[in-house]
């Protein structure tokens, strides 16, 4: 699966985002999704992550009532909403993919998924 990441800039606070994760080379019907960031000088931090049907949704505190994500199964995408966003949003953004079963839970962890996207550069403006 290839994984390409688009829809980063740079905004002001308070503004909103829309990334988009389009996958190719293999359906991603069967796959978690999930959303990654990584901040100058910081460790990578999960943000979100949805199950193959789009039912079931997990967000980092750090994002919820913030950020949404969906997928759109037919479109071969991933969305991730982004508002209300803060100077510590900034970071390059990445999707990644896996067909493993776990917990819940296990989704936020960045050695769960298999395939990753080459990441896309949010910057939030104060």
């Known amino acids: 699966v290839q994984l390409q990441a688009c829809g980063g800039g740079l905004v002001q606070a308070g503004g909103s985002l829309r990334l988009s994760c389009a996958a190719s080379?293999?359906?991603?019907?069967?796959?978690?999704m999930g959303w990654f960031r990584r901040a100058p000088g910081k460790e990578r931090e999960f943000v979100a992550a949805?199950?193959?049907?789009?039912?079931?949704?997990l967000f980092a505190d750090s994002v919820k009532d913030r950020f949404t994500i969906s997928r759109d199964n037919a479109k071969n995408t991933v969305r991730l909403q982004m508002s209300s966003l803060k100077p510590e949003d900034t970071a390059v953004y990445y999707c990644?993919?896996?067909?493993?079963?776990?917990?819940?839970?296990?989704?936020?962890?960045?050695?769960?998924?298999?395939?990753w996207g080459q990441g896309t550069q949010v910057t939030v403006s104060s």
């Open positions: 080379g293999r359906t991603l019907s069967g796959y978690v």
């Open positions: 990644a993919a896996t067909d493993r079963i776990m917990p819940g839970l296990f989704r936020k962890r960045g050695s769960m998924y298999e395939y």
């Open positions: 949805i199950d193959w049907s789009g039912g079931s949704t």
